[in-house]
């Protein structure tokens, strides 16, 4: 049996406590709907967060092969140097967006390349592609973060969504039950009690009435 609120048994504490579970039933009803739009909208970001990691891991592998074959070519050394000077310009534009309360990022990126920093001549076709290939790595950065980002927020909120919705479920709304269940069988049992005393003391003044009129008939 759930634990009684710790309330005195009137009518006024019963009126109130009715109250009280009408809200929490209806903070309950609010709760699981958003819980349940959390679970989808958390269901749709995996689903997104896994295929641009899957797309992110096969540029970063494309990349690292392309400089690997770079190194080759033209060796550790001229390789550094090439590398000095950036391949493109990136800006980034953060914007935020709510999901049932909960702020997760739109993330844009845009990646420019800059012009060429060596002589076509002084260097392999290869360090070419590696550049394409790291401002491909580059471009699918930023809805990554977004994605993984907005995965954990969601994952996070719906934890505690989870955790309120239990916590009214099992514990506060059948507390709130039981008490009322409690006060109202007390109140009824004093009401019973109330209308027995009363009916008693109907029955004596009704004997004392008709000893009184005996008496004066005698």
């Not at 009126?15 to 709907?33: M, V």
């Not at 074959?69 to 050394?77: A, L």
């Not at 239990?166 to 009824?188: D, G, H, K, M, R």
Request: net charge negative; glycine share 4%.
């Amino acid at each position: 049996m759930p634990e009684l609120l710790n309330v005195p048994p009137t009518r006024s504490a019963l009126l109130r406590l009715r109250q009280e579970l009408e809200e929490a039933r209806r903070g309950y009803e609010l709760l699981e709907r958003k819980r349940e739009v959390l679970v989808r909208e958390l269901m749709e970001m995996i689903d997104d967060a896994e295929a641009t990691q899957a797309e992110a891991r096969r540029r970063f592998q494309a990349a690292y092969q392309a400089l690997t074959e770079v190194r080759m070519r033209m060796g550790t050394d001229r390789l550094r140097w090439v590398s000095l000077a950036p391949a493109a310009a990136i800006q980034t534009q953060l914007t935020l967006r709510s999901v049932m309360g909960v702020l997760v990022p739109l993330v844009h990126m845009d990646v420019t390349p800059l012009p060429l920093p060596y002589g076509l001549g002084d260097t392999s076709a290869s360090l070419d592609e590696a550049r394409r290939r790291w401002q491909d790595v580059a471009a699918i950065l930023g809805h990554l973060a977004e994605v993984e980002t907005t995965v954990w927020r969601l994952a996070r909120d719906l934890q505690k969504t989870q955790r309120r919705v239990n916590a009214l479920e099992y514990v506060l709304i059948p507390q709130y039950e039981a008490t009322l269940a409690y006060i109202s069988s007390v109140l009824e049992e004093q009401e019973r009690e109330a209308f027995v005393q009363a009916k008693q003391v109907k029955q004596r003044h009704a004997k004392q009435e008709a000893e009184d009129e005996g008496e004066q008939d005698g």
